[in-house]
């Protein structure tokens, strides 16, 4: 599915991590926490808007699901302070 725009990644507001987990008893446990985010890309899919985000490596470092693109941009500002650029439409 296409990119359909991203944004650079001006700092972390520690609010919340991404990572891979499991589900002892009753807790999710993190096994292994994903690096910080650097850049953030928002693809569209079937059935909505995925908010993806890449270290600095641009290797994966989670993703979040959202019913509309506004959704997504809402939570990259819970998460993320943004470049000054802000959202730039992708480039094929």
């Known amino acids: 599915m296409p ?3 991203r944004a650079r990644v ?4 520690n609010l919340v991590r991404h990572g891979e987990a499991e589900i002892e008893g009753e807790q999710v446990v993190l096994t292994e926490a994903f690096l ?3 850049t953030l890309e928002i693809e569209d899919t079937d ?3 995925l ?3 890449y270290d600095k490596d641009g290797a994966f470092a989670g ?3 959202h019913l509309t693109v506004e959704e ?8 993320f302070e943004l470049d ?3 959202w730039v439409p992708s480039q094929p």
């Open 3 to 5: 990119i359909i725009v």
């Open 63 to 65: 993703d979040t699901w």
């Open 47 to 49: 059935d909505g808007f």
């Open 10 to 13: 001006k700092g972390q507001k």
């Open 72 to 79: 997504a941009k809402e939570q990259a500002a819970f998460e």
């Open 51 to 53: 908010l993806l985000r």
């Open 84 to 86: 000054k650029d802000g």
């Open 36 to 38: 910080s985010a650097s």
